[in-house]
Nanobody
Framework: QVQLVESGGGSVQAGGSLRLSCSTSGSTFSHYCLAWFRQAPGKERAVVATRDISGLTRYADSVQGRFTASRDAAKNILILQMNRLQPDDTAMYYC?????????????????WGQGTQVTVSS
């Protein structure tokens, strides 16, 4: 069983920054693709960033250049640094894990999910 616990959401004005954290076990990084997804009201859950077991990270076009996903190895935390936030970034953000070395972008392919953390960006 993989446990994922998100934290760090909140409210910010457009142009601001937030840092999300996803706490998990160290072995998760070695065996699972880890990803950040988000879901806005009335919309489908969509990928934000994925990180495979080699550390290769990919981003959705909408966040490329503004968001950075990284690992804090000492604390076994997956971080999502979000800069230049826009109102369209408002959503519930989820950390997810998919067993195996490769990452995909489809939410239904992920096996474990955190409880989510809310991000609200005002204009």
């Amino acid at each position: 069983q993989v446990q994922l616990v998100e934290s760090g959401g909140g409210s910010v004005q457009a142009g601001g920054s937030l840092r999300l954290s996803c706490s998990t076990s160290g072995s998760t990084f070695s065996h699972y693709c880890l990803a950040w997804f988000r879901q806005a009201p009335g919309k489908e859950r969509a990928v934000v960033a994925t990180r495979d077991i080699s550390g290769l990270t990919r981003y959705a076009d909408s966040v490329q250049g503004r968001f950075t996903a990284s690992r804090d190895a000492a604390k076994n935390i997956l971080i999502l640094q979000m800069n230049r936030l826009q109102p369209d970034d408002t959503a519930m953000y989820y950390c997810a894990a998919r067993f195996g070395g490769s990452c995909v972008r489809e939410a239904e392919e992920f096996h474990y999910w955190g409880q989510g953390t809310q991000v609200t960006v005002s204009s």
